[in-house]
């Protein structure tokens, strides 16, 4: 049965494969330059940026993400040719600086001449708004052009628990950002850029699953709470923020699976529908599956089976599918499903269905990107 998320759980020791808490950060990404030559690093400002981008940005609109670190490979194994201008990594669970956004900002708009401008995009959460508010404010009074979208698209808040914060980012931003890095790839306008990142947002939404806790590595040993035995958790948030509730015992693939897919996809609940599902038998999606960082892709891909399956049942076709660790929380056990409703085929809007598509298959060259 379900019941309330429990405050006080036990707790055990993990460990972490580190040399360092302090250089983690910088440790992970010089090796990621060193794995893919299409980037560079910069270590004072921890900004991961492609190796092309000083002409790259006199042409088109540059793209920028960035969140606490913790989450890899989002976004520095997204970034590349077709797909992110530059990636800027705060301390682990904690948003980069003002400083260190603002001089991303600098370095993805060239010094001299006009530039097509910057969109800057993360998740919905509060240290991240406020720091890249800074940063913009900063660098707008500098002459820059930056258009700031922050995501929320965790479906475990509702409208009356996110209240005017609105929802929680987890994954939604990573399906968005591979359309609209390939609509600045084509040479798109700044406002063209945004306006469709903004629509993918309206017709986005995610929902994960925890089967058990986070463990910062401020050590190399270090203690990590626990589930109950047999209880897993819906809708924990990426950061360990409380989830919309335990489950116990443990249910079945299929039931899980027909629970979450539910909770993207039910137009009739006031609170949760999110995503604007036409319920005539003729939506189209695109569906990530992202491993919260210990989920093997052998488990990944029998729930995407099921959840396939299950929005078949509703009239809901999958046109794309990817899995894999998309935005991790360490190494969390547990997943996520995305789902973005792809325009219809007759719809007039920001972005053809057409357009959509080949957005989504236009190859990339990062490290983490499953093609």
């Known amino acids: 049965m379900a019941t309330e998320t429990q405050t006080k759980q036990p707790s055990k020791e993990t460990f972490h494969f580190i040399n360092d808490p302090a250089e983690a950060i910088n440790e992970a990404a010089i090796g990621v330059t060193e ?16 190796s092309d981008l000083e002409t790259f940005c006199k042409g088109n609109v540059t793209t920028i993400g960035f969140a606490g670190g913790g989450h890899e490979p989002m976004f520095s194994g997204f970034v590349g040719p077709s797909f992110l201008s530059c990636a800027v990594s705060g301390n682990i669970f904690a948003s980069p600086t003002a400083a260190q956004i ?47 979208i922050p995501i929320g698209d965790d479906v475990a808040v509702g409208r009356k628990k996110g209240g005017k914060v609105g929802r929680r980012g987890l994954s939604g931003h990573v399906v968005g950002l591979k359309i609209v890095c390939a609509l600045a790839d084509q040479g798109a ?71 979450m897919i539910t909770l993207l996809t039910n137009t009739s609940d006031p609170d949760r529908a999110f ?26 891909a029998r729930f995407a089976e099921l959840a396939i399956e299950e929005l078949k ?28 409703k792809l325009p219809g085929k007759q719809e007039k809007g920001v972005l053809s269905r057409e357009d959509a598509l080949e957005f989504w298959d236009r190859r990339v060259k990062t490290v983490a990107w499953r093609q």
């Not at 560079?40 to 900004?47: L, M, T, V």
């Not at 047999?230 to 629970?259: D, F, K, Q, V, Y």
């Not at 939506?283 to 892709?297: F, P």
Request: overall charge negative.
């Open 313 to 340: 049942n509703q009239g809901i076709t999958v046109k794309r599918l990817t899995l894999g660790p998309m935005v991790t929380s360490l190494k969390q056990s547990g997943f996520g499903f995305t789902v973005w």
């Open 35 to 50: 794995h893919n030559s299409n980037l560079y690093y910069s270590p004072s400002h921890k900004i991961l940026y492609r």
């Open 275 to 300: 995503i604007p599902f036409t319920n005539k038998g003729d939506d189209e999606v695109i569906l990530l599956i992202n491993s919260a960082g210990s989920t093997s892709d052998e488990v990944l």
């Open 189 to 259: 306008s700044l406002d063209k850029v945004g306006d469709v990142m903004e629509y993918i947002a309206a017709n986005s939404g995610t929902i994960a699953v925890a089967f058990d806790r986070i463990a910062l590595p401020n050590a190399i040993v270090t203690d990590i709470s626990t589930l109950p035995p047999a209880t897993i958790e819906l809708g924990l948030g990426c950061h360990g923020e409380p989830g919309l509730r335990s489950i116990s015992p443990i249910p079945s693939p299929e039931s899980l699976t027909n629970e």
């Open 102 to 148: 603002f001089e991303a900002i600098k370095l993805c708009q060239p010094t001299e001449g006009s530039s097509k401008g910057t969109l800057v995009v993360c998740g919905n959460y509060t240290g991240d708004i406020l720091n890249a508010g800074l940063a913009i404010t900063r660098a707008t009074a500098a002459g820059y052009k930056v258009r700031f």
